[in-house]
């Protein structure tokens, strides 16, 4: 009982801080009585059972002791700003309104006057309900670091008047930008952890990231990016079986496609199909169109790579970046030849990055020069700390011939 | 209404570079300044503006002593110090961010937007 009411007050935690921030205009009363709120389900609920509408209850309850806190101070001082809160006693509305604070909270949490990593977290701990231990414990940080980290991104959106606010249309992109980055980051650190100690994938993470993905879908139905990045994200996740086997890394190629999760893929395609018939494209709908076509092909032979060569390029034209060449290379090897393919890569300003060493070596490896392969594999083991990857890397590099 | 201090800091490099303005150049940014100054009064968001004289210039008074103790100099040894700034009024911070961008635009600097305590 207590951990699906707890499962429950995490998938609503986002609903009732976004709509008690909007009445009470203030994050800590919000997330104090939203915190308040769970403790009286978890004394309630067990005994009169869970409640129809249970965000609804949540929300009624965590306004009430939200009133409780502000009398209470009022009554200490006198003057005490959030007092005036009280007379703006807005009629709850469980529907409608309530979708749209998630919005606004969803904006004030990725404001750019935010550094990355405080958005990161604090659209973890108001939108997705993560505690403070299980932030830190996702970005191994000390607990104490986070909890800093987080008051003081809080402390900033109150005192510089970060407004709660869906931007308008002018802006919107831009910073629907940023939240579908943040949504991203929180997405790949959980598929490929950058983290030495922490186990290659970390679901808490993708889950929490596709969770994200599907709430902006459900608010920003017309934005075709949103459904690009939602797409992305199943699409890739739909092959997470397949990609750890015994503690190594399984390349693409290498996969079982019998293991990728059917139903992930089936979605994700209809997304993208959706995202086509818009003709709006931007960087997250090309990349999920390049996870379509690998999820489209039955074996690794059947893969279109012309088709992601083109994606890729279309990409570079919208959004160039030395990633996205480096990608775009890894088709080319298989159109035109690992000889073509390199000379592309080599001149990209890519070399502290693992994936870019990774693919050298493969290509090296392939044009059968294999001490250079073998320094670049090297490289490439020197450049990541993610355990499963440096497995599958160190077996490749030992399979060399000399 | 929420007030923002926006301060423009100038380092050695761009100390020099305002020197060696000619006098057009010089001409053309106080234009530029001044056409956004009238667009903060006319918006009515201008609370107060000013260019400050060089750091040279300045004199530190220490009265937390028995006696107080004037020194030639600036506060504290700096690469940086404060050039001019712009005191708003806007209603949060998005307001205040996109009058900062076209000061910034103005001035030709960067420009910093610092949140007033409210009482």
């Given amino acids: 009982m207590t951990s699906s009411i707890e499962r429950i007050f995490r998938e609503e935690h986002g609903r009732v801080v976004a709509s008690l921030a909007r009445r009470f205009g203030d994050l800590d009363v919000a997330e104090d009585a939203a915190s308040e709120a769970l403790l009286v389900a978890l004394e309630r609920w067990p005994v009169d059972g869970v409640p129809p509408n249970p965000g609804a209850w949540l929300t009624t309850t965590a306004g009430n002791k939200a009133i409780d806190r502000i009398r209470r101070e009022r009554q200490r001082d006198a003057k005490h700003q959030a007092a005036l809160m009280i007379s703006d006693d807005t009629p709850h509305e469980p529907t409608g309104m309530v979708e749209d604070d998630r919005l606004r909270l969803l904006f004030a949490c990725c404001h750019p006057a935010l550094a990355l990593e405080a958005r990161v977290a604090l659209t973890l701990r108001l939108l997705g309900g993560l505690t403070v231990a299980e932030i830190a414990a996702a970005f191994l940080v000390p607990e104490t670091t986070m909890a800093q980290r987080i008051t003081r991104a809080k402390a900033k959106i109150k005192g510089a008047h970060i407004p709660f606010r869906v931007p308008a249309a002018a802006d919107l992109a831009e910073r629907l930008a940023g939240v579908l980055a943040v949504v991203y980051l929180v997405f790949n650190e959980g598929y490929l952890s950058s983290a030495e100690d922490a186990s290659p994938v970390r679901e808490e993470l993708t889950d929490e990231a596709i969770r994200l993905g599907r709430v902006l879908r459900t608010l920003l139905p017309d934005e075709p990016e949103v459904a690009g990045l939602l797409a992305l994200m199943l699409l890739t996740d739909a092959r997470r079986r397949a990609r750890v086997a015994g503690g190594e890394l399984v390349p693409l190629p290498e996969q079982d496609r019998g293991s990728w999760d059917r139903e992930l893929i089936a979605e994700g395609h209809a997304l993208v199909r959706a995202c086509l018939t818009r003709n709006r494209p931007g960087q997250y709908q090309l990349l999920a169109a390049v996870n379509a076509v690998h999820t489209d092909a039955a074996t690794v032979a059947d893969t279109d790579w012309s088709q992601i060569a083109a994606l890729y390029a279309h990409l570079e034209a919208i959004a160039p970046s030395p990633f996205v060449t480096l990608n775009r290379a890894v088709a080319v090897a298989e159109l035109d030849g690992p000889e073509v393919a390199l000379a592309l890569v080599d001149p990209l300003p890519l070399t502290s990055y693992h994936a870019f060493h990774a693919t050298r070596a493969d290509l090296l490896r392939r044009l059968g020069r294999s001490a250079e392969s073998r320094d670049a594999y090297d490289a490439a083991l020197a450049a990541t700390a993610n355990s499963a990857e440096r497995a599958y890397l160190t077996r490749r590099r030992d399979q060399l011939g000399g | ?119």
């Fill in chain 2, 1 to 119: 209404m929420p007030q923002y201090f926006l301060s423009v800091h100038h380092d050695e490099a761009g100390q020099a570079e305002m020197e060696a303005m000619t006098e057009d150049d010089m001409q053309r940014m106080f234009g530029q300044v001044g056409a956004f100054n009238d667009r903060l009064m006319a918006e009515g968001a201008w609370v107060f503006a000013g260019g400050l004289m060089p750091i040279e210039q300045s004199t530190c008074v220490d009265a937390t002593g028995e006696k107080p103790v004037v020194t030639d100099g600036p506060f504290a040894e700096s690469k940086e110090y404060l050039g001019g700034f712009w005191i708003i009024e806007a209603a949060d911070l998005d307001a205040a961010l996109a009058w900062a961008s076209a000061g910034s635009a103005a001035c030709e600097g960067k420009v910093e937007v610092r949140p007033f305590q409210s009482e």
